[in-house]
Structure formats: structure tokens, C-alpha cells
């Protein structure tokens, strides 16, 4: 009988440590709806004529999760994504993605043996960095192919106009390199109607038939991006360009909302959590660091376990606003590290309740750009703060 009092004890104390396993997962949670992403694709696709869609997923998918996201571009069949850095790259890779791989910031001579051994494309724009990438590539007996970058006018990356001929024959000596594309960058393709953009596109083409005239038949030439491309869908530049980098839009954001929803895209992610604590608050006391918000009258106080070490910035402390029940709350005083407080007045909101900082409710919904706006920043930098202490789950 001890005996078996001693077993039930054993097993309920398994039972629970396997369920503490299964239910570790943070309740605030980033949820990425799969057939948002897979829709946005097509939108994509059918806007982008017949580029190809390479979509950008640096900095962890812009904050909804690289390896996620890579997983379903393999399964769209799309041949290629981008990121911005090596490491990125190898995360990507060690996740199972096994289609192609670009690096869109030139590298540096440091990363060049993992470019090799991780199998990347990469963009390049020093001579120095593309005479090492030949050595070793020469040495594992391997071709890299490379996207010599031109500065068509953002003057961040590149080699200018005028240098390009000079930099592509000196690539072309290299033979263990392949000149695989051409790449530029808009500085300000948001702005519609804006002749900068234009400027861009001349350089580029100037360049393009410079190389061409001199027999260079570069394969991929790619400027595009999210919002050049629907900014100017029917330009006749668009069939100068073969390849499209999908940025922001493939999570169903623009930098402007109004173009975002005409065009039908649609935002993949939701951030949510729960009410994990309430606390009564009584008229004229205060709430949370430096007494930054005093209750006008007595009630209650919602805990809610994600704060701006998560990514939601110090900066929405008393302005943004979240979904419980169907129903806008604001957050009360200053967001701490690892918690926020929400004034639900005297309304039941109740312990496990949802709460919704990014995403829609039956009638309520709040976007990337509501909260950039409160911010005073741009929906990309509110995606892409969201940080790795956040579990992202595909839906
Ligand atoms: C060189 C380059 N290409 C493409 C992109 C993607 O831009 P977007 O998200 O606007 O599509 C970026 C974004 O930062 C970039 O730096």
C-alpha cells in the first residue's frame, strides 16, 4: 500500500514535470498566420509581373521569425530569401532551409570562409573582399556567386557609376566568382512621385547598358523593393528588372497603411498575452515606476507579463492602448522590462483573459501603425523590435 501511495506520488510528479515541458511556452506569445503570409506571396507575385520573388527575411523575418518564415518560402518553392548578415544565414540554415541564400550587406572579410561553407550568394562592393572571396573559394575548389552592388544615388552601399565598369571587369578575372546580379537600393522609394526615384532607375539603367555594351550579361538585376514596386506598378522600368525583394510586404505592411490595404495585403502577425495579475488601486495613488499615472477614481489594474524588453518600447508608456474582451484599455504609467499594467477600471476583466497588443478582436483592432505612429517611428522598426524572449508560433 506505501508501496503504491509512493508510485501515484512518482507519477503524478512525471505527469506534471511532462506537462511543465509542454507548457513552458510564454503566454505572450507572436502568432504568424501562415495563409496571411502565403496570400501576401501572390499579391506579390501578381503585381511583381514576372519577377522573380526573393522575400527579405532579415532580422529574424523582420521580427516575425526568420526560421518560420523560411520554412514556408521552401514550401512556396521560392528559389531564393535574403538576409542582411552571416549569422542570420546559418541560423537560417541550421533550421533545414535548403534553397538559396543572399546576403544583402556586402561582407566582410571575416565572414568569407562561412559564405563559402554555408553555400550564399552575396552582394559585393570591395575589391579587397572579392579578391579573399576568390582565394578561398579557389582553395574548397567552389564558385560564389556574387550581386555587384551599385549606388545609383542612396550613397550607403555600393560602387558608384562611374567606378562600375572598373570594379565588374576586375570580378570577371576572378574566376572562381560568378557574376550573378546587379543591385541597387532606393533612398526614398515611400515618396511617391518623387524624382529622386527616377534619377535611380536612369543610373541604374546607364549602368546596366554600360556593362552590357562592354559583355556583361548579368542575370538578375534587381532595385525594387515593397513599396517601389507598388508605387510604380506599370512603369516600364519594371521589365528592365528581373528579380524583386520582398521586404515588408511580405508581411502585409507598407510604410503607408491606405496603399498596405488597397492593394489587399494583409498583416501576418498578432501579438497577444494574458492577464496574469489583478491589483486594486484606490482614487489618487499611483501605479508602477516614477509615478507616471494616477488613478482619476477607484479600481482595478491588469498585469499583463510582456514588457519592453519584448520589444514593446518604453516610449508607449500611457499612450498605447490594448484589446481585452473586445473592448480598448490603456496601459497606465511606464512599460517596465518584463511587465505592463493596463487601467480596466471597474469593467471584470479577470485573470487569463486576453489581451491584444498587435492584431484584431471581434470588433477592436490595433495595427503596426498605430503603434509606430504612438512611437513616432516607422511600422519596420515596430516588427523588428520584437524581441527573441518572444515564442512564435505559425497558425
Ligand atoms: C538593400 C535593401 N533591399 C531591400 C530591402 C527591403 O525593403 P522593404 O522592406 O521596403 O521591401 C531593404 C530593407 O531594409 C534593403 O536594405
Known sequence: MIFGIKSVHLYSILISVISLKTLIMRDSQILISKSNVIDNYNIIKKHANNME?????????????????????????????????????????????????????????????????????????EEETAFLLNEHAKALNKTVKVHIFLNSGMNREGKRPEDILKFTKYLSTLKYLKIEGLISHFAASDVVDNMFNTYQINQFKKSLFLLKSNGFNIPKIHIHNSSSLFNYPDSEEQT????????????????????????????????????????????????????????NSDGYLAIIPIGYADGLSRNLSNK????????????????????????????????????????????KEITVYELAEYQGTIPYEITTSLSHRLPRILV
Open 240 to 295: 528592365v528588372f528581373n528579380l524583386y525583394r520582398a521586404g515588408i510586404t511580405s508581411y502585409g505592411l507598407l510604410s503607408n497603411s491606405t496603399l498596405a490595404e488597397s492593394v489587399g495585403l494583409k498583416p501576418v502577425l498578432t501579438l497577444k498575452s494574458n492577464v496574469h495579475h489583478m491589483i486594486e488601486i484606490r482614487k489618487g495613488e499611483t501605479c508602477g515606476y516614477n509615478f507616471n499615472f494616477h488613478a
Open 320 to 363: 498605447m492602448r490594448v484589446i481585452i474582451n473586445d473592448k480598448y484599455y490603456k496601459v497606465a504609467g511606464y512599460i517596465s522590462m518584463d511587465l505592463i499594467i493596463i487601467d480596466v477600471g471597474v469593467d471584470p476583466v479577470k485573470l487569463g483573459d486576453e489581451v491584444i497588443f498587435i492584431g484584431k478582436s471581434n470588433s
Open 53 to 125: 520573388i526573393a522575400p527579405v527575411i532579415k532580422a529574424n523575418a523582420y521580427g516575425h521569425g526568420a526560421n518560420l518564415l523560411s520554412g514556408i518560402y521552401q514550401e512556396l518553392n521560392c528559389r531564393m530569401v535574403i538576409v542582411a548578415y552571416l549569422e542570420e544565414a546559418i541560423e537560417i540554415r541550421n533550421s533545414g532551409y535548403t534553397n538559396d541564400i543572399m546576403l544583402l550587406t556586402p561582407p566582410l572579410n571575416y565572414d568569407i570562409k562561412d559564405i563559402i561553407n554555408c553555400n550564399l550568394e552575396t552582394t559585393i562592393a
